[in-house]
């Protein structure tokens, strides 16, 4: 019997390879079918990627686009070459460490702390835009495959923003990934209001949105493929490191808000306070590997190295296997998710 979930796709940067691989995984799984995804930043590009080949050509489509776009990001595309490199190449913490010691990201780094990334005049360029241009945007806003929701965050009103259909173009897919660290703010009429707005990265304000996803039409399953560390056991005591774990708890602030408004709706309907059928009992799942996020820092988020995205998509890949071995049985049925036990 065909299960029905829906997908919520973190933001991390080149850490969004995770994300690759475990997609790529669970498109092996010919009755598991994809109802919506709700994605930030990098989950919303995947997002993007999977719902276009989707449309072109079903499972192989979708599988077969996801490989170029992180191609274009950089990974390496023979699975022969990508192994060996594997194999020869350093730990992906080690290698983590050394990229950020590196002098050009230490540069880099300084550089983005004392200016804007408004400094740079007629030199600025965003090296996303030439990727996300060639997306084929008819089929990501297709009737074929999962609904999809990208989520950006209004840099004036600093509220939430979701596209979703035909208003998820080019501009949506920018304004999602826009660090306002590193990128302008992605400036265009939008749709909805008739006036030009100004977005930042979705991140601040829903990594991801998941309230797209209680509409009644899609099923009550979400499964969250969560790419940013909800813990970390060491104190961080660098610059780059306390940034770093600012960031993640701010991109993970928005999450877990919405997971505790979950867990308080399943409470009111365990204990017969609201009628069952008047709220939407949802059901959390999630996909992570702590163990090699906690591992990773900002380097390997904003320098997508290939034996990097390489080590992300097989970990993502593992970390899918693992979860559909142990609770593939459970979709549709119960959460895998102990929400009252996270919020203890």
Known sequence: ???????????????????????????????????????????????AAFKAGWQHDGRDGARENLNWF???????????LAQWMSVVSPDPGVLSKALKYLPAFVARDATMRMFSPYSYG????????????????????????????????????????????????PEALLATACLPTVFKAVEFEDPKTGQVEAFWDGGYTGNPALFPLFSETYPDDI?????????????PRDGQAIQNRINEIGFNTSLLRELRAIDFVKRLLADGNVPKGTMKDVL???????????????????IPQPVVLAKLK?????????FLTAYKQDLNTRATVDLAAMFA
């Open 284 to 302: 959390i799942h999630m996909v992570a590997d702590d163990d090699l996020m906690v591992k990773l820092g900002v380097a390997t988020k904003m």
């Open 70 to 80: 992180w191609g274009q990001i950089g990974a390496v595309q023979d699975d022969g």
């Open 122 to 169: 007629a030199l600025y360029q965003n090296p996303l835009e030439p990727i996300v241009e060639r997306f084929n945007f008819e089929a990501v806003c297709g009737d074929q495959g999962p609904d999809l929701f990208v989520c950006a965050t209004n840099v004036r009103s600093g509220k939430i923003r979701v596209f979703q259909g035909d208003e998820v173009g």
């Open 1 to 47: 019997m065909t299960k029905r979930i829906n997908l919520a796709l973190q933001g991390g940067g080149a850490h969004g390879a995770f994300t690759w691989g475990v997609l790529d995984r669970i498109l092996d799984e010919d009755d598991i079918e994809i109802a919506s995804i709700s994605g930030t930043s990098a989950g919303a590009l995947n997002g």
């Open 223 to 235: 499964l969250i493929l969560n790419i940013n560390p909800l813990q970390r056991p060491d104190m």
């Open 314 to 322: 097989d970990a993502g890949r593992t970390a899918a296997d693992r």
